[in-house]
């Protein structure tokens, strides 16, 4: 069992510095492709026997030391009476824009209402044996309301943010009720045999600090607060976070996910002993491999062989990226750190 990837979520030494990508599993990969094309992207997530094999498809071809679960971070949504679609990026036919809405809301049974996300993991722990550890996921609360409100993505999200400032009583209703639910569909992926979480806010960095502090941060801190995370590692990752990583560290969390516009080393600095995960901006991969050699050391040595070290990208991977770039990729952080 390769555990570089755990081992360096609790900032254990490693003989070489872990690696995997966010979105490593998807329509990069023509493997994906042909099995997505036999079916909806909804399907796919709910068939376990599909879901696994998408997941083991980077693990193989990439080298990657970590899978992530197939699944989107919307998926708890649709059980909870919001109808979704994919059509590919989410999109809900009725959004959350009153009391009523949210209270017509319900907090899933998860064993009943996502048994394909749990048979998932359960089967994929078994097939992932002797290979790598397996990672669960969900959305932070406040990118789940993003979405649960507009309704679909957005640059701004207006309408959720218009809710949080002149309608904060159905917002903190709203996230309340969301936080419960990821509450309980994180802890039965680890109950199920998720070895570590990452927790998605990819909106969070829209907002100041200040307001960070205050719409987002005590929900995300109760998340984290409530996970069993016993031999568990959570890694927190808020896209934007760079301007307020003292801020975002006390929502919790045992590692900290870096997107690009900040310096690893500065992060460090500012984190301390806490691991961190990132950064490479995803577009790097569209670059000849003398550059993406030359990005990959240069985030190594921002990091300066300090350990508890994750290597990723700052995002998630392009679905236009030639697989054979995060391969080389994948192949440049082991060469480079292999001790
Ligand atoms: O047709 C298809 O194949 C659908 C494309 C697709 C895929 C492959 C979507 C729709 N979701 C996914 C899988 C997915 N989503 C994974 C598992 C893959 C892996 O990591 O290996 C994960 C972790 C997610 C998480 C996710 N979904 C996030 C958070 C991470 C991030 O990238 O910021 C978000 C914001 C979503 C919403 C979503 N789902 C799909 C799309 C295209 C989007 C983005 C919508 C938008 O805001 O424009």
Redesign the pocket.
């Known amino acids: 069992m390769n555990n570089r990837f755990l081992d360096a979520c609790w900032g254990k030494p490693v003989d070489r510095v872990p690696v995997w990508l ?6 990069y990969l023509p493997d994906y492709m042909r099995v ?1 094309s036999k079916c909806t ?1 909804l399907e796919l997530c709910k068939t376990p026997e599909l879901a696994a094999e998408v997941t083991i498809q ?1 693990v193989d071809i990439l080298g990657v030391d970590a899978a ?1 679960l ?5 998926t708890p949504i649709e059980p909870m009476g919001m109808e979704l679609d ?1 059509v ?3 999109v809900f036919a009725k959004p959350i824009r009153t009391m009523a809405d949210v209270e017509a809301l319900k907090i899933p049974k998860m064993e009943t209402d996502v048994p394909y996300v749990l048979d998932a993991v359960k089967l994929l722990r078994k097939e992932l044996a002797a290979k790598v550890p397996l990672i669960g ?1 969900g ?1 932070a609360p406040f ?1 789940l309301a993003c ?1 649960m409100v507009e309704g679909k ?1 957005s640059k701004d999200f207006a309408a959720l943010k218009k809710m949080m400032y002149a309608e904060s009583d159905v917002y903190a209703a709203l996230m309340d009720k969301i936080t419960t639910m990821d509450m309980e569909y994180l802890n039965a992926q680890i109950k199920a045999g998720a070895q570590a979480i990452q927790i ?1 806010d ?1 909106w969070g960095g829209m907002l100041s600090p200040a307001d960070y502090e205050r719409y987002v941060l005590p929900y995300t801190q109760r998340l984290i607060n409530g996970l069993d995370r016993t031999n568990v590692p959570v890694i927190h990752f808020v ?1 934007g976070a760079g301007t307020m990583l003292e801020i975002v560290k006390e929502a919790g969390g045992d590692v900290m996910g870096l997107d690009w516009h900040v310096n690893l080393g500065k992060a460090r600095d500012i984190l301390g002993d806490m691991p961190v995960q990132g950064n490479l901006d995803p577009t790097v991969l569209f670059a000849p491999n003398e550059i993406i050699e030359r990005e990959v050391k240069r985030v190594l040595a921002e990091n300066a062989g300090r350990p508890g070290l994750i290597f990723n990208l700052g ?2 991977i392009l679905p236009t990226v030639p697989p054979e770039k995060a391969i080389f990729m994948v192949d440049c952080v082991h060469r480079l750190t292999q001790k």
């Open positions: 966010m979105r490593q599993a998807g329509r997505r992207f980077p992530i197939f699944s989107d971070i919307l994919f590919p990026g989410p996921f959305g990118t979405y993505g998605f990819t896209k995002h998630g």
